[in-house]
C-alpha cells in the first residue's frame, strides 16, 4: 500500500518534471530583409532556447502597431534609418529599456538619450565619383556638391527617400533653412536628370557615362560587387567619404527597440543584449557590408578597404527631429521635379 502510494506519487513529480517548460518566445517586426536577420535569429535561438517569430514588413509599422494596440503579438521592432526609429518612438509605440549590457554595447552617439531605442551597425552616406572623370580631392564636402563645377554631372535618387532626407536634416543642423534651400536648388540645378532609382541606379549611370557623381549608402558598393552584373558598375567609380565643411561623414543607423506593449519583456530584453553584443553586430554588419558600431568591434576588410572616416558627431534624434523641416525644404525647391 505504502509503496504503491509512494510510486504514484514519484510517478506524478516524474510527470511533471517531463513536461516541457512553457517555451520562451518573441515576436519582431521587421523592415530589414530576411536574409539580414535569420542568422542572428538562428543563433539567438541556438543560445538561448528562445523561439523568434520574425514577421518581415515593407511598410505600415507604425500603423500596424498602432491598430493593434495593447494586444500587438511584437516585443521588437528592428529597422533602419533614424527617421523610422524616432517615428516610432515619437508615436507612444516603443518603452525606454534600461540594461547596462546594452548601454555598454552601444555608445552613446548611436543610442536614443531616452533609451527608446539602441543602434546595431551604420552606414555612411557618401559620393561615388567617376574613376575616369572625376581627379582625386575633387569633390570633398557635401556642401560641394552644390558647386556649379559639377553642372549637368550629378545623379541621385528622389530627394524625399528617407536616405537623401537624413542629409538633408544634417546640411539643415550645420547651416540653418536659408542656407539649406540653396544648397538643394544648387544640387539640383547641377543634376544630369531627374532623380529617379534607387542608389545602385546612380551608379550605373556613372558607368554608363549619364553623370559623374552620385549620392549613395556604403553598403551598396558591396552589394554591386557581390553581383555579376552590377560589378562593372562598382568597378567605375571611387568611393569618397565627403564631410560637412564643420562637421564629419554623414552617417545612419539600423537599430532596435522594445515595444510598449511587448508580451514578451524578458526575452526582448535577451534578444535585444544578444542584437548588440559586439560578435553579432559584426555578423549583422558583415551580411550588409555596414559597420559594427560597438567598441573594439570591426568592419569586414572589404568594407574596410574603402576607405576611413570620421562620423559626423550631430545627434540622430536632433537629425530626426528636423525630418519635417527637411522634407519641407526639399518640396519647396521642387527637388524631383
Ligand atoms: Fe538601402
Same mark, same amino acid.
Given at each position: 500500500?505504502?509503496?504503491? %502510494?509512494?510510486?504514484?506519487?514519484?510517478?506524478?513529480?516524474?510527470?511533471?518534471?517531463?513536461?516541457?517548460?512553457?517555451?520562451?518566445?518573441?515576436?519582431?517586426?521587421?523592415?530589414?530583409?530576411?536574409?539580414?536577420?535569420?542568422?542572428?535569429?538562428?543563433?539567438?535561438?541556438?543560445?538561448?532556447?528562445?523561439?523568434?517569430?520574425?514577421?518581415?514588413?515593407?511598410? *505600415?509599422?507604425?500603423?500596424?502597431?498602432? +491598430?493593434?494596440?495593447?494586444?500587438?503579438?511584437?516585443?521588437?521592432?528592428?529597422?533602419?534609418?533614424?527617421?523610422?526609429? +524616432?517615428?516610432?518612438?515619437?508615436?507612444?509605440?516603443?518603452?525606454?529599456?534600461?540594461? @547596462? =549590457?546594452?548601454?555598454? &554595447?552601444?555608445?552613446?552617439?548611436?543610442?536614443?538619450?531616452?533609451?527608446?531605442?539602441? *543602434?546595431?551597425?551604420?552606414? !555612411?552616406?557618401?559620393?561615388?565619383?567617376?574613376?575616369?572623370?572625376?581627379?582625386?580631392?575633387?569633390?570633398? =564636402?557635401?556642401?560641394?556638391?552644390?558647386?556649379?563645377?559639377?553642372?549637368?554631372?550629378?545623379?541621385?535618387?528622389?530627394?524625399?527617400?528617407?536616405?537623401?532626407?537624413?542629409?538633408?536634416?544634417?546640411?539643415? @543642423?550645420?547651416?540653418?533653412?536659408?542656407?539649406?534651400?540653396?544648397?538643394?536648388?544648387?544640387?539640383?540645378?547641377?543634376?544630369?536628370?531627374?532623380?529617379?532609382?534607387?542608389?545602385?541606379?546612380?551608379?550605373? +549611370?556613372?558607368?554608363?557615362?549619364?553623370?559623374?557623381?552620385?549620392?549613395?549608402?556604403?553598403?551598396?558598393?558591396?552589394?554591386?560587387?557581390?553581383?555579376?552584373?552590377?560589378?562593372?558598375? !562598382?568597378?567605375?567609380?571611387?568611393?569618397?567619404?565627403?564631410?560637412? @565643411?564643420? /562637421?564629419?561623414?554623414?552617417?545612419?543607423?539600423?537599430?532596435?527597440?522594445?515595444?510598449?506593449?511587448?508580451? &514578451?519583456?524578458?526575452?526582448?530584453?535577451?534578444?535585444?543584449?544578444? %542584437? =548588440?553584443?559586439?560578435?553579432?553586430?559584426?555578423?549583422?554588419?558583415?551580411? &550588409?557590408? @555596414?559597420?559594427?558600431?560597438?567598441? /573594439?568591434?570591426?568592419?569586414?576588410?572589404?568594407?574596410?578597404?574603402? /576607405?576611413?572616416? =570620421?562620423?559626423? +558627431?550631430?545627434?540622430?534624434?536632433?537629425?530626426? *527631429?528636423?525630418?519635417?523641416?527637411?522634407?519641407?525644404?526639399?518640396?519647396?525647391?521642387?527637388?524631383? /521635379?
Amino acid at each position: 500500500m505504502f509503496a504503491s %502510494l509512494k510510486n504514484t506519487a514519484f510517478a506524478a513529480a516524474a510527470t511533471i518534471i517531463a513536461l516541457p517548460a512553457v517555451a520562451e518566445e518573441v515576436n519582431v517586426y521587421s523592415y530589414r530583409q530576411p536574409e539580414l536577420i535569420k542568422p542572428l535569429t538562428d543563433a539567438f535561438t541556438a543560445e538561448t532556447g528562445i523561439k523568434v517569430n520574425v514577421a518581415y514588413l515593407k511598410k *505600415g509599422m507604425i500603423e500596424r502597431l498602432q +491598430a493593434e494596440g495593447a494586444r500587438s503579438p511584437a516585443d521588437v521592432i528592428l529597422t533602419v534609418d533614424i527617421s523610422r526609429l +524616432a517615428g516610432v518612438v515619437n508615436a507612444g509605440l516603443t518603452q525606454p529599456v534600461e540594461s @547596462e =549590457t546594452l548601454a555598454a &554595447n552601444v555608445p552613446a552617439q548611436y543610442r536614443d538619450p531616452e533609451n527608446h531605442w539602441y *543602434g546595431l551597425t551604420t552606414r !555612411a552616406r557618401i559620393v561615388y565619383a567617376s574613376k575616369d572623370r572625376v581627379a582625386d580631392g575633387e569633390v570633398t =564636402t557635401y556642401e560641394d556638391l552644390a558647386d556649379p563645377k559639377w553642372n549637368g554631372r550629378i545623379c541621385t535618387r528622389s530627394g524625399t527617400h528617407a536616405y537623401n532626407v537624413a542629409l538633408t536634416s544634417a546640411i539643415l @543642423e550645420h547651416h540653418g533653412a536659408e542656407e539649406t534651400q540653396q544648397w538643394l536648388e544648387g544640387v539640383k540645378s547641377n543634376l544630369a536628370r531627374k532623380p529617379q532609382g534607387n542608389d545602385r541606379a546612380q551608379v550605373k +549611370a556613372i558607368w554608363a557615362g549619364e553623370c559623374d557623381i552620385s549620392i549613395g549608402n556604403t553598403y551598396y558598393m558591396g552589394k554591386m560587387l557581390s553581383d555579376d552584373e552590377q560589378k562593372a558598375w !562598382a568597378d567605375s567609380v571611387n568611393v569618397i567619404f565627403p564631410t560637412f @565643411e564643420n /562637421g564629419g561623414t554623414h552617417v545612419n543607423v539600423s537599430g532596435v527597440a522594445m515595444t510598449k506593449s511587448a508580451p &514578451n519583456k524578458d526575452a526582448a530584453l535577451k534578444m535585444m543584449e544578444f %542584437l =548588440t553584443s559586439p560578435k553579432a553586430q559584426e555578423i549583422y554588419a558583415e551580411a &550588409n557590408f @555596414e559597420y559594427p558600431i560597438a567598441d /573594439g568591434t570591426e568592419a569586414v576588410d572589404l568594407v574596410k578597404g574603402w /576607405g576611413t572616416f =570620421t562620423p559626423d +558627431a550631430v545627434n540622430l534624434m536632433t537629425l530626426a *527631429g528636423q525630418r519635417d523641416a527637411a522634407i519641407k525644404l526639399i518640396e519647396t525647391v521642387d527637388f524631383d /521635379g
